[in-house]
């Protein structure tokens, strides 16, 4: 961990727009700025601002690190509170309990709430299905829905602290199953249904689960994904200690009912009434754990508890995307994800704002989905992934010219640095040069956003995340914990507790502590996993993981996890991977492989181990290459150099030190075989 960080210097942007009217620099914005291509957020925009100027901004953070429980006490007034807390915030490092002694729940601070007066009307879920059919659901009827659920999770024997797992599509009985468990107190933990049976084992074993929520199947590109089937696969061997399946009908493909086990959500909720009181919850009970891959083959189970996750959901969702009552807001990702919690369900649901949900592909039936969908639900304000801009750009700008997107007023990404020709595009051709981006750092960890724009004070460049939010203390530091000076690279810590940060890492407290407060346990800083760099204005360019981590598509990876998958294939003997860059995903992923004895290298079972490892966790960590060689470059301890691998993973010519290396032929006989 000592090498020095030497970050890339951000990529050129794109040459200037011809379409630079549209984005107006404004007309108090200083010459040098426009140089450095600074968008300033219009008058217009500020003037309607939760947060209307750079000062009010930087006063209103100040303050909120010079007094964090004075600040996040005035921001918890905003939530409904059953029993007033004693204590904002105590810290033991690494553990912090926020608001102790206050009592809540969830589930009514999201729906109920919003019921008392004239916005039980108001739209609280707009949901498109991918073959076209639409839903609107008030808040009036979330709630019906939520409570009968609940009443529905107890009639099958979940408790308070009983986890249960949710593996479902796109639509609104994933989120309605998320606000149930809140409801009575139950544990979630939702599976990205895009993952294996084996992904659901794991978690079911490891958290412990009693129960299951899921669907027949669900629609993606057209195809249905059994849903219902991967878990029947999971629970197949009886290891894992779940007793019910509850299953909703969405695909009607024909599955399995295990008698004695499995029951149909619509028969369920036949028997239940509308009544359910939410029961009052500590401020530090569990909320969910959501899994997420790490440095080592296993994914961890990050823990969030109830106040201080729902505060900074709330907080953060009205602030960074400066929510008014009208807005169509429109988060992208799957609820499998933590954007998918925070900033579809949790942060807009207690702000009583009106989500847009959305189940399928974006190039489903063609490529203009997302656009077509903008202009017939009149979205204004559109979050998404880097990952997704840059497949926007590939497919081209006809699709986004078919449809008005005059409703968008603000646009925001998240997932992976953005690259700053995708910020522009994405400006220019979905914001028509009028629309702020908020550029917003976060992670699974953090729980809500950490570093990002306020889309009416804080001028953007493309490519940086800009400021850190309220209450929150990032820094650039290096290895032994000095803050670093301007364009300095080194790692990107935390230095005091915020509300929603992670309690732990389910089942594992070991863990907790040495992935995130051993870098920097005599200063207690929570280590972040990143690298990063601060311009000469404060801001955080994010250069992206330090550690074995990778982010495809947005989404995080293990490369243990990868090897683990691939070793478990009969004929492999080793495996190293790597990240390799990939124009869309942002990172691939490169597999080095040596064969056990006898083990033909060709194509066949190049598919073989690709599909293998599609099975161990999900599509979505499919090898990109795959690469045979008959050893793998390792240093004279046996530690194997993946900086080498990703040299040539990239294509690039091996550079650097390679007076480590055990056997330097290794080498030439790498580069020698190729991905084909
Ligand atoms: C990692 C967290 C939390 C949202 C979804 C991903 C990278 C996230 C940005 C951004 C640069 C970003 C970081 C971080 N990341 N947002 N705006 N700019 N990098 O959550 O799976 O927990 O991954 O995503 O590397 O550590 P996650």
Redesign the pocket.
């Known amino acids: 961990m000592a090498k020095k960080l030497t970050p890339k210097p951000a990529k050129k942007a794109a040459k200037k727009p011809a379409a630079a009217a549209a984005a107006k620099p404004s007309d108090h914005i200083e010459s040098h700025l426009v140089e450095k291509r600074v968008f300033k957020p219009s008058r217009a925009f500020a003037k309607q601002a939760h947060v209307p100027s750079l000062d009010a901004y930087r006063d209103e953070w100040k303050r909120s690190l010079r007094s964090p429980d004075k600040f996040w006490a005035g921001e918890a007034k905003g939530l409904l509170w059953r029993k007033k807390w004693k204590t904002v915030c105590e810290w033991k490092p690494p553990f912090a309990k926020w608001f102790s002694g206050g009592r809540l729940n969830v589930a009514e601070n999201c729906v109920d709430r919003h019921c008392a007066g004239p916005d039980k009307n108001k739209a609280a879920i707009i949901w498109e299905g991918e073959p076209g059919e639409t839903r609107t659901i008030t808040y009036s009827q979330l709630r019906r829905e939520v409570a009968k659920f609940a009443n529905v999770l107890k009639r099958n024997g979940a408790k308070k602290g009983d986890r249960v797992l949710i593996y479902m599509p796109l639509i609104p009985e994933a989120a309605i199953a998320m606000l149930a468990c809140a409801r009575i107190g139950a544990v979630h933990s939702v599976v990205f249904g895009g993952f294996s049976s084996e992904s659901i084992k794991d978690r079911a074993l490891d958290s412990g689960a009693t129960m299951i929520v899921t669907a027949d199947g669900g629609y993606r590109r057209g195809a249905i994904v059994p849903l219902k089937q991967n878990v029947d696969n999971a629970l197949k061997d009886g290891s894992t200690g779940v007793k019910r399946v509850i299953v909703f009908r969405r695909a009607h493909n024909e599955i399995h009912i295990e008698e004695g086990r499995d029951v149909w959500w619509h028969r369920e909720m036949d028997y239940v009434t509308p009544d359910c009181p939410p029961a009052e919850q500590e401020s530090e009970d569990p909320l969910f754990i959501l899994y997420?891959s790490g440095s080592t083959g296993k994914p961890k189970g990050i823990l969030h508890t109830t106040a201080g996750y729902l505060l900074g959901a709330q907080v953060t969702t009205r602030n960074v995307f400066d929510l008014r009552p009208d807005d169509v807001y429109w988060c992208t990702a799957d609820v499998g994800?933590?954007?998918g919690h925070t900033y579809l369900v949790y942060g807009p649901l207690a702000n009583g704002a009106t989500v847009l949900m959305y189940e399928g592909a974006p190039n489903w039936p063609e490529p203009d989905r997302f656009w077509r969908i903008i202009a017939q639900h009149g979205v204004t304000i559109l979050y998404t992934a880097p990952t997704a801009i840059r497949a926007f750009i590939k497919w081209g700008n006809e699709w986004p010219a078919k449809h008005d997107l005059s409703s968008l007023r603000l646009l925001g990404?998240?997932?992976?640095?953005?690259n700053p020709e995708a910020w522009m595009w994405y400006h220019q051709v979905i914001g028509g040069g009028r629309c702020p981006i908020v550029?917003?750092?976060?992670?699974?960890?953090?729980g809500a956003i950490m570093i990002t724009p306020l889309p009416g004070a804080t001028p953007t460049k493309p490519g940086t995340?800009t400021l850190p939010f309220y209450g929150v203390d990032a820094a650039i530091v290096d290895d032994a914990g000095r803050e670093l000076g301007a364009n300095e690279g080194g790692k990107l810590v935390v230095r005091k507790p915020w509300p929603s940060m992670l309690r732990g890492v389910w089942g594992d407290p070991k863990r907790y502590k040495e992935q995130y407060w051993t870098e920097y346990s005599k200063q207690g800083f929570y280590f972040?996993?990143?690298g990063a760099r601060r311009d000469e204005d404060g801001y955080f360019w994010?250069t992206?993981?330090i550690d074995d981590v990778l982010?495809v598509a947005?989404?995080?990876l293990g490369t243990a996890e990868v090897e683990s998958a691939l070793v478990s294939h009969e004929a492999v003997a080793e495996a190293a991977v790597v990240g390799c860059p990939d124009e869309i995903k942002g990172q691939g992923v490169a597999a080095f492989v040596t064969l056990k004895g006898g083990m033909k290298a060709d194509k066949d079972l190049k598919e073989k181990l690709r599909r293998h490892v599609s099975e161990m966790i999900g599509p979505i960590a499919k090898p990109d290459q795959i690469r045979f060689t008959d050893a793998l470059p390792k240093t004279r301890s046996g530690k194997i150099m993946r900086r080498l691998l990703k040299q040539i993973a990239a294509g690039q010519t091996v550079s650097g030190d390679t007076t480590t290396l055990e056997d330097l032929n290794v080498l030439a006989r790498l580069q020698a075989a190729d991905d084909e």
């Open positions: 997420t994800w933590i954007t990404t998240v997932g992976e640095p953005i550029d917003t750092w976060w992670q699974t960890e953090t995340a972040t996993g990143d994010i992206g993981r982010n947005g989404h995080r």
